[in-house]
């Protein structure tokens, strides 16, 4: 069975292999991080108030996705979310966001939001899959805010 787990500091130089490039750096972190990507890059939860970030595994515990949450007042904030190159198209990304749902629902969350890049439509037609909807009013911005009730 797949689990999530906190992320422990022997996870970040495998999160940051997953990401090859500037441009997939970008869909991953936003540019609040820059090219070249180091490990120690990820090691900034410190800056987010109650920010947590958790990895999923699989049955065998083997790393296959990463996010971060970040409490807001009235909801969850779901970032930097990836799923390694290898798995890609094989539903962990889908897994990984129902296991999201569901430690939300567990911590009293009633709300899931999240941004994703406006050309990044694999990502975007993931989130539908699972209930999420575009704020109409980011739909022509860069980035498309996006959140789901639980």
């Known amino acids: 069975m797949p689990s999530l787990?906190?992320?422990?500091?022997?996870d970040l130089p495998v999160v940051a292999s997953w990401v090859p490039n500037a441009e997939a750096l970008f869909a991953f972190a936003g540019p609040w991080v820059n090219w070249p990507f180091l490990p120690s890059d990820l090691d900034d939860l410190h800056k987010r108030p109650g920010a947590t970030a958790w990895?999923?595994?699989?049955?065998e515990?083997?790393?296959?996705?990463?996010?971060?949450?970040t409490p807001l007042e009235d909801a969850l904030r779901v970032g930097r979310l990836?799923?390694?190159p290898s798995v890609r198209g094989q539903?962990?990304?889908r897994r990984l966001l129902l296991l999201t749902l569901d430690y939300a629902r567990a911590q009293g969350v009633s709300r899931v939001q999240l941004g994703?890049?406006?050309?990044?439509?694999?990502?975007r037609r993931l989130y539908e899959?699972?209930?999420?909807?575009a704020d109409?009013?980011?739909l022509d911005a860069a980035i498309v805010l996006m959140a789901r009730n639980i």
């Open 91 to 93: 539903g962990w990304g």
């Open 82 to 84: 990836i799923v390694a």
């Open 116 to 123: 994703v890049l406006a050309s990044n439509a694999p990502a």
């Open 129 to 133: 899959s699972v209930g999420f909807v």
């Open 61 to 69: 515990g083997e790393p296959v996705g990463h996010l971060q949450f």
């Open 5 to 10: 787990r906190p992320r422990t500091n022997a």
């Open 55 to 59: 990895m999923l595994d699989t049955s």
């Open 136 to 138: 109409p009013e980011t």
